[in-house]
Nanobody, 127 residues
């Protein structure tokens, strides 16, 4: 059982940067693929980024590609989302997620594939 606790987020001006962190406890962190999702009220949850167990594979949603960077520190049991060139449309509740996988498992963007979730953190980008 993995518990995920998020930090970071808040209010930032358009064009600014923020870093989100998601610290894990319990379970074997290095055996979990990780991802970030976001959601705004009235809309479906949107895939943002994912990273494989060893960090060797990365995947990004089209709307954030080139602006956001996902990374992980297995020793610190933490996954990060560095967000740059933020836009008002990036405003959302951001959640980290983890899924236990085998080393060769393909990446997935489906939120239903992730078993463990952080508490969510609000990111608001001011115009």
């Amino acid at each position: 059982q993995v518990q995920l606790v998020q930090s970071g987020g808040g209010l930032v001006q358009s064009g600014g940067s923020l870093r989100l962190a998601c610290a894990a406890s319990g379970g074997q962190f290095s055996r979990h693929a990780l991802a970030w999702f976001r959601q705004v009220p009235g809309k479906e949850r949107e895939f943002v980024a994912a990273i494989s167990r060893n960090g060797g594979e990365l995947d990004y949603g089209d709307s954030v590609k080139g602006r956001f960077t996902i990374s992980r520190d297995n020793a610190a049991k933490t996954v990060y989302l560095q967000m740059s060139s933020l836009k008002p449309e990036d405003t959302a509740l951001y959640s980290c997620a983890a899924r236990h996988t085998i080393l060769t498992a393909p990446m997935t963007r489906a939120d239903r594939d992730y078993s463990y979730w952080g508490q969510g953190t609000q990111v608001t980008v001011d115009r």
